[in-house]
């Protein structure tokens, strides 16, 4: 069992920036692949970020590539994903998800076995 914690979030301008972290439990985080996931109101979920379980690979959605950097340290059980030149359309509940595999099928939600409660990133225009 994984227990994920989500924080970071909040309001911010449009081009500021924000880093969410994800602080999982146990003693096997580096054994799970990460991803960071979001949901904008009234959309549905979407994939953003996934990086192997040692940081060596990550996958970046189209829509953040070149603004989004994930990231993980395994010593401190904790995810990032720091955020740069943020859009409103960047709007959205961000949750951060574990899974023991990783590959190009990583982008997919359903392959996620646990999931975070959530952090609110509202960028303003």
């Known amino acids: 069992q994984v227990t994920l914690v989500e924080s970071g979030g909040g309001l911010v301008q449009a081009g500021g920036s924000l880093r969410l972290s994800c602080a999982a439990s146990?003693?096997?985080?580096?054994?799970?692949?990460m991803g960071w996931f979001r949901q904008a109101p009234g959309k549905e979920r979407e994939f953003v970020s996934t990086?192997?379980?040692?940081?060596?690979?990550?996958y970046y959605a189209d829509s953040v590539k070149g603004r989004f950097a994930i990231s993980r340290d395994n010593a401190r059980n904790t995810v990032y994903l720091q955020m740069n030149s943020l859009k409103p359309e960047d709007t959205a509940v961000y949750y951060c998800?574990?899974?023991?595999?990783?590959?190009?099928?990583?982008?997919?939600?359903?392959?996620?076995?646990?999931w975070g409660q959530g952090t609110q990133v509202t960028v303003s225009s």
């Open positions: 998800a574990a899974t023991k595999s990783f590959s190009s099928g990583s982008i997919y939600g359903p392959r996620y076995d646990y």
């Open positions: 990086i192997s379980w040692s940081g060596g690979n990550t």
């Open positions: 146990g003693r096997t985080f580096s054994s799970y692949a």
